[in-house]
């Protein structure tokens, strides 16, 4: 296969370099342009941005000059959106419209009904709603958004669940990582020795995004799965690896044991296609009592499966589990990327 | 009055200590003796004890001879017990027996019909099973326990919704600071950028205490509350100060505006008797969107009284809310103490 | 003795807020103004500022209107200064013209050979430059300032060596909290599981600073200390407080039991004078070998003592010992209450 | 070359965990025993360990039935040593006299004269050793011991400063991880939101060891390095990466360029031999002001490479510059390791 040349978006923000970091050596991708703000625009990237990772940048990287984000100046056919929502509501149309495919991790365009919400694991068939977004648009490109990190790492747990059993009442309650707010996003000062317990818009994406996600796309239109979700998002001092208490009614009754077996059973779309950044397993089940944990976890797949654990009944609910996800590669770009490679091997 | 002779019992550990430095000035109690298992009785309290509280130690403690665990030996009225389990399982019958109040924070004997599971604020005539127990066991003296740190915390929110409104369904999940597994229960290397999703013991805990707490007293019987607890268990990386997110269903409809006006107006009898430890207002109210956060909440009301915030409709339960207290004061050593001023201004 | 009227400026920072806090039910000084930036003049302090202390806000501080920083507007004879340094540069000769005793935590003016950089413990005399000052400027008011953090906790410990012995060669390296860069100085995502072995500009004072203190006033000039200081700044992961090991080479011979010894017996002009804020003693000694520790000596009398440790010998240079002081009250806010109560006391 | 079979003592460790990780795969070596104290002998691994690491354990592992540390019962050539001392005192020469080569972190055998404290980009000739310690002791195999931690990544950074420039004066502060004490070492009640200035026997060993590591081997006797260290040594809140802050005084002049010139042009035996892991280069030099930093830069290289950054000129010292490196694998096991590889290619 021919290289597929791609940009990135908004590349010197945390997710932004995530995307530099995983796109580093990709079978199918090459990174022709990094592509940010005003402020950036036209200055060597070791200069415009600070390096966040610990993995080290990649080499040449350094010395890539920033471009504009002006789809005339970018030599691409995909350009992934590492974006601010209210720069890429702007931003991310005049790609479209201009033929690129936009791989977004911003929340902008991820409730808009001809849009894909795209966890490939989940819902790969969303992709038919490209034909729709095209002709609605008259865009030569189109827009591909994944979900929020916290919502992608849950629903991609839900997914076995809501195929075998049906699912009547989701809750959740969230202990997020720091990088989900952006590299300076939460001071120092405010969480050591701490734990908040809020996070500004995200309990309101974590209810609604996954009943797009699960929902069913009949002539061009989704229709949203049919049940009752309740969040409740804590940040807490981990660098990366949102965990979440999960808490399930099910349609049809299921044991513990039912749902381990399904969840280590489960093997999605991109693992069926052998996609590169497909991890194999997509869940792993761990049977510790304590796990799983941030620190031992959130890098299982390469920072593409989710781990699960402590899968049990519950008094009130059905069933309950803990299930963690790199909220930074399989919350954001790491997502972006599995999109765009699915696009791809589909021939889309 | 003329001050009551009170002794500590596992002295050098972290609730001993909290014991110690909450004892420091009491217009109540003397402390005359701390008393500790074999290894330290003999030696000085500073020798015997690594000091772990911010707080000094009090005057004069350093200088102490720790003494071995026999009643034979302590000059007190009422003892503190911030002995293990294990421990507390033999040690504490020896000084009933022998005419000790026994004010403990172990768990051997909560579970027991004829033993108060106190928390002053929420079921103080629970006391009348002193009576009960001295009949049944032919002791001088008598042993009442407080609840599980996190269900302290829990309880005390629970007492007016419960009072006003009645509770069908109760879901926690808790977030719990590193003291609450004592000094050297959690190593470092276990918790730095991470949080485990698992507490030994502590989900049953919280799942059985609060049914004994709210339950009646009748007739020398307590009849237990009768409503589901559904609790799970996280350790995150904070020093002192359970965070728990909240969940109910109550019996008879309220609104959060309801629940709030009752945080707001609740006294319990320790606030009308103004017993010395016993903070007023015991339920402080934020109304910010990001608290209660334990760093800055914990220490509410000298560490006794309990924060909460974020009451909020929720699309499962009928109400949410946060609520914090300090573990090891309101949670542990605190409780006890309170305890024990509720039992001495009682004239039992 | 009468109120005397002070006002913050810079009030709604972290020690802005230390400032308020510190000065509530002060027995010299009553609060009057709070002023800020712009941004925040006119406002309702409660809505201007988010309260990042532990300790609660004071009792009216919330409804109090901020005003702008206006020399015309402020009711007050004390202003104390917590502006940055490059507004400091602007706002406080504006005030110390109109007559205002301005008793500074910024930067901007410690270099200036008419402005006293002042700890009353160790160069008090040094109040001598203020008529120097009035004169040289033609104010009727006048600038103290207070050193930077570091050097406050390092210089304390320095006094009574440097009065008994003489200091040829001074070496230091910190380990500094993250309070020092301000509420929103560190990124949780920079220092989690991290030390950074850089501070901007702080080295640079810390080696500076300690020669004009320790200097003499003669005929209204300050004669800098002449002794060689070296120091390598790293900040740590802890909220507040400033560990600095030590190295020294005296200038005369001395054992590490003699300079315990002077620790031990130092008292300084405001201990003497029994300044509200002045610490007694000024200098803690621990002897066990791992303190000081930020986070239990930090809250030494009250936030203003210093804890020194490890005092011995060292193979390089004469002696060495770990110190500790509270950087945002001993090294800032307190630092600068201290001043101003020296200021009234000494009746000027 | 024939895979050599190579077995770890105290495998259950902290250390010996990083042992096994890292010969996963090892092109010389093949892991045939893992033996550890009686408690854990005889069980699978996965039930006699916890696994601590981040990265997963390998395959196979979990399944190995743990022996006891005698040598009848151990297959290999080569052992591993992750002892604690006092247990190495006693066993690791019971493993050499039968004929074992064994490759120690414990510090047991450091200073014995006829044993070398290797790096093997520093001192590969201290090998010949081994020929004197054979005939003194009647041995057929032989211990080889790494340095402490804060050592190895300290000597490294002074080899080619000592070679070109000589040494006279050394001095050390170290900022160090918490794995350096294992896994249960540091409670996180010790250390959150803390600095201990005190690590138990650390500062000893800073002080002797690098003496005899950059020591000459003349006539089968290591003649000690001649210059004088300083260490002082500090626990702070990072799970892996010492940071040290370095002082020098050389014998001859050099400037920072002269320095970092060095640093980046250096290499060692490991280097030219291509030893399997041994990295190049060795020292990796940063230029931006705030480096090294633990999170950042303790895996660069594999964890075997050494990062220093802010050479400069000091006002005591002729150079100063801050290096950091992994505690326990460039510090302990991959230390060994290395050790074990330079010996095999040498064909001892």
């Known amino acids: 296969m021919k290289p597929v040349k791609v940009a990135v978006l908004g590349a010197t923000g945390m997710v932004g370099q995530r995307f530099i970091s995983l796109l580093e050596g990709h079978p199918y991708f090459r990174l022709t342009d990094l592509a940010a703000s005003e402020r950036s625009a036209g200055k060597r ?3 415009a941005a600070s390096w966040y990772l610990s993995e080290p940048m990649p080499e040449g990287i350094r010395e890539s000059v920033v471009k504009a984000m002006d789809p005339g100046g970018i030599d691409a056919d995909i350009v992934f959106s590492a974006l601010p929502s209210s720069v890429a509501r702007d931003v991310e149309p005049l790609f479209a419209r201009e033929g690129f495919v936009v791989a977004s991790n911003a929340s902008a365009y991820r409730k808009e009904p001809d849009v894909p919400l795209l966890i490939p694991e989940v819902n790969p068939e969303h992709l038919g709603l490209i034909e729709v977004q095209k002709r609605n648009r008259g865009w030569d490109g189109c827009i591909i958004t994944n979900p929020n990190c916290t919502t992608i790492v ?6 076995p669940l809501y195929d075998a059993f049906g699912i009547k009442r989701l809750h959740v309650v969230s202990m ?3 990088s989900g707010a952006g590299y300076s996003g939460v001071p120092s000062m ?3 020795d701490n734990v908040i317990p809020y996070i500004g818009g995200e309990e309101e994406k974590v209810e609604s995004e996954p009943l ?3 929902g069913k796309l009949q002539e061009g239109v989704v229709k949203n799965a049919d049940f009752t979700v309740s969040a409740s998002c804590n940040r807490v001092q981990t660098s990366d690896g949102h965990l979440e208490s999960v808490f399930i009614d099910l349609a049809e009754p299921a044991s513990p044991e039912d749902v381990e077996d ?5 093997k999605g779309e991109p693992q069926k296609l052998g996609l590169p950044t497909a991890p194999d397993p997509p869940i792993i089940v761990r049977g510790e009592p304590d796990r799983p944990q941030p620190r031992f976890d959130r ?10 654990g402590r899968i049990r009944r519950d008094s009130i609910f059905d069933i309950k589990y803990s299930v963690l996800g790199h909220n930074t590669i399989r919350g954001a770009a790491g997502a972006s990327i599995l999109n765009a490679e699915l696009f791809v091997e589909k021939g889309l």
Chains 1, 2, 3, 4 share one sequence.
């Not at 849950?154 to 997914?159: D, F, V």
């Not at 890098?299 to 699960?308: N, P």
């Open 154 to 159: 849950l629903a991609l747990s839900l997914k």
């Open 190 to 192: 405010a969480i050591i």
């Open 262 to 266: 399904l969840f280590r059973r489960f």
């Open 45 to 47: 990237y070791g200069d």
């Open 299 to 308: 890098m299982a797949g390469g920072g593409m499966a989710i781990t699960v």
């Open 176 to 178: 997020q990582a720091l």
């Open 212 to 214: 797009k996600i699960l």
